[in-house]
């Protein structure tokens, strides 16, 4: 069993082949597909994990590393696929899961796509230098000056480089040696100007351009999903148009043609929160039904990790009441319907001892030099030093004399460092396959055959709704066109039906779940539905044989029910 990805973060070619060893230990619970091809020709892996994986019925969809210096969200992601893959070869409870959830987990699908940007992960495995997603660069304006990060020296690395300057915005820290941190008026020098590792391009051998951390892979696939969509004057990273690279083209296309997908973890780093709709709009604007689901799987969050879970527009907006656009878990909740929530993997914050801001948002930007040494001396401590690098010299072909080192980002800032892995997927495991047991749930019961004499049987029979959620999930996805409510068929073998259509509409069924908070089940009114998760059939039938009854929709699959009459 390939367990690597539990102590490091592996590269394109170690991730495949996990995957295909995978598939191939578990030829009857495991699919490998492509459902597309990056720029630089990866291919882009979902595994299906489950049971007849063929099969159509109730999803949940895993992905990660969207984001390319974000390494940590594939090792989660694998290790959800494995604890899933492990549980019905074996039987043995994922994470504790009691029985009952873990008998609601059973029929349940899994859609993990491990790594959205593989490109750019690798160009993040290979030496650092930042890249927000993909690496492609269509931009039509060719002639601007930007930074490219690159390793210039060849050694590997591609961090940043400093060149001293009276007008420079740094200083070197006393406390942690080689750390920059931003100067203040008590200072008295060197000063520093920091730039990324790497060349200008279209230098014109006087003017240095401010870095941006798009520079040359200017599309962050975060902004290049359809709702809300907005052009990049409006939102920095949006891309030509929705969807307009591969890799977020692939997922709308496939997760579009999955609509029994009902749950959707968008794994990033790093932060240790979980961000939750909606983006545009305060709590008291969001749907009631929805936000008590939302609560409920937040509680999972933070039993299971010591995450909190925040509100996107009301903790997570960048500028204040200025929402983000073309976000991938605004498409998941608003146009696939889902239960759809961002987990911002490890938790430097409260690793180095900060208490939590409010806003969440302002834990990034909201650090004193203080913090910043903190975190330095945590890297000392705690880290073997990766973050922070030594500085040398070089000569750089454009800027003259630079050094080069700083800030490694990779292992202690985007990503907990490899010790910690197992505790991080094991703790998001445990806390997501619980969100995966909330599956609804169709089942035929109460089957009841009455011989009405000459020949004739009359069938009743209920169709209910066992598992958590309803048949159409979220309250909010109900007004969703393709959102189709369960239909009844019915096929007779050396039998007919004499009475009643061969095709019936049940109408959507509730679940017995209601989240946290809506007021359900208090002491001064103990009462919750009426019997709204049943639909109670009868039909006639001529003759002696077997009845086929088929209950399905494109959202929670089908299920099929065989009955001796005569």
């Known amino acids: 069993m390939n367990t690597d990805f539990r102590n490091r973060y592996l590269s394109y070619e170690e991730l495949t082949a996990t995957l295909q060893s995978w598939v191939t230990q578990y030829p009857d619970l495991a699919r490998l597909q492509s459902i597309g091809q990056t720029d630089e020709g990866r291919e882009l892996w979902v595994l299906t994990v489950g049971p007849r994986p063929d099969e159509i019925r109730p999803a949940v969809w895993v992905d990660g590393n969207m984001h390319a210096a974000e390494l940590c969200g594939s090792s989660v992601a694998l290790g959800i696929a494995l604890d899933m893959l492990k549980f019905h070869a074996d039987g043995e409870p994922p994470q504790d899961l009691p029985p009952a959830a873990c008998e609601a987990l059973r029929d349940v699908l899994l859609y993990v796509m491990p790594r959205i940007s593989p490109d750019g992960a690798e160009r993040m495995l290979d030496h650092g230098g930042f890249v927000r997603s993909n690496t492609r660069d269509e931009r039509p304006d060719e002639g601007r000056s930007y930074w490219r990060p690159c390793d210039v020296d060849g050694d590997g690395l591609a961090m940043a480089m400093r060149v001293e300057d009276p007008t420079g915005e740094f200083v070197e820290s006393r406390e942690v040696p080689n ?29 240095i351009p401010t870095p941006s951390f798009l520079s040359d892979c200017p599309t962050d ?46 794994l990033h780093t790093f932060g240790g929160v979980g961000i939750r709709p909606l983006s545009h709009l305060p709590d008291s604007k969001m749907d009631q039904s929805d936000l008590a689901i939302f609560r409920q799987v937040a509680r999972w969050l933070e039993d299971y990790s010591g995450y909190p879970t925040v509100s996107g527009f009301e903790e997570f907006t960048y500028e204040p009441e200025k929402p983000i656009h073309g976000d991938l878990t605004d498409y998941a909740y608003h146009q696939r319907g889902c239960i759809s929530y961002v987990v911002e993997l490890w938790d430097l914050f409260a690793r180095v001892g900060f208490e939590r801001k409010k806003p969440f948002v302002d834990s990034y930007t909201d650090l004193t030099r203080a913090d910043l040494v903190a975190i330095g001396q945590w890297d000392r401590d705690h880290n073997f030093g990766r973050i922070v690098r030594p500085w040398k010299t070089w000569d750089h072909p454009q800027l003259g004399p630079v050094e080069l080192g700083g800030v490694d980002q990779r292992v202690g800032i985007f990503n907990p460092p490899y010790e910690l892995l197992p505790e991080t997927c094991d703790q998001q495991s445990a806390a997501f396959l619980r969100v995966a047991a909330m599956a609804p749930r169709i089942r035929v ?93 009868s039909f006639v039938v001529k003759g002696s044989g077997t009845v086929t009854v088929t209950v399905r929709s494109c959202r929670v699959g089908s299920v099929r029910t065989e009955i001796s009459v005569g």
């Open 445 to 537: 019961s109460d089957i009841q055959v009455e011989d009405l004499g000459g020949g004739l049987s009359r069938v009743d029979l209920a169709v209910g709704n066992q598992g958590y959620l309803p048949s159409y999930v979220l309250s909010s996805a109900k007004q969703l066109s393709w959102n189709e409510e369960p239909y009844l068929e019915i096929a007779c073998e050396a039998c007919e039906l004499a009475e009643g259509p061969e095709r019936r509409r049940l109408g959507h069924l509730d679940g017995w779940g209601r989240g946290l908070g809506d007021g359900t089940g208090v002491l001064y009114y103990p009462y919750g539905r009426g019997n709204t998760g049943t639909s109670r059939q």
């Open 179 to 207: 750390l920059m941190l931003l100067r203040t008026l008590d200072d008295e020098g060197p000063f520093y100007k920091l730039y990324p590792e790497g060349l200008i391009e279209n230098y014109d051998g006087r003017t």
């Open 221 to 266: 696939l975060n902004r290049n999903f359809p709702w809300s969509w907005r052009p990049e004057h409006d939102q920095i990273g949006a891309g030509a148009f929705p969807g307009s690279e591969p890799e977020s083209r692939a997922v709308i296309e496939f997760t579009t043609g999955r609509p029994n997908i009902f749950a959707w973890l968008n």
